[in-house]
């Protein structure tokens, strides 16, 4: 008799499921740190940018061109307090989905478990069945040759 699982269709839509949620989270990963890079080109943008400024100073540039610099750094400042709110966003979608793998995970070695207990029963049933068919084989050729033997001795 060949083993059959019975919640074998769940636990391959349980597998399906988990790749999907691993597909999901690494999409999300790719896009955070997409997010991460752009807030770091913005910083060193800032940081080339400031270094410009300093070396106008000492140039004596004009005062409208730092103006012009000082708007266009708070701009950039502003640009990076936004990217580090979408950073936070994506982090915490990232996460979520983390966790939801983390349940189809478990779900998934529940169901695993399940069915190696199931296996590890239908086996032990199958062996008791044969030892069951090899002690009744051996009673039986016993017997038959007990009779033989009791019918020449007669």
Known sequence: MKFHFKFQKLLDIEKFKEEEIAKELKTAQKKLNEEKKIESLLKSL???RQIEMTKMLQANAAASTFVLFES?????NRDIIVQRSRIKKFSEEV??????????????KL?????ERHKKDFDEQEKR????KLDEMATSRFYYKHIREKDVLE
């Open 46 to 48: 800032l940081e080339t």
């Open 95 to 108: 996460e979520q989905v983390r966790q939801k793998l983390l349940a189809a995970f478990k779900k998934r």
């Open 72 to 76: 266009y750094f708070t701009k950039l």
């Open 111 to 115: 169901l695993e478990k399940l069915r």
């Open 129 to 132: 069945l044969e030892m069951k």
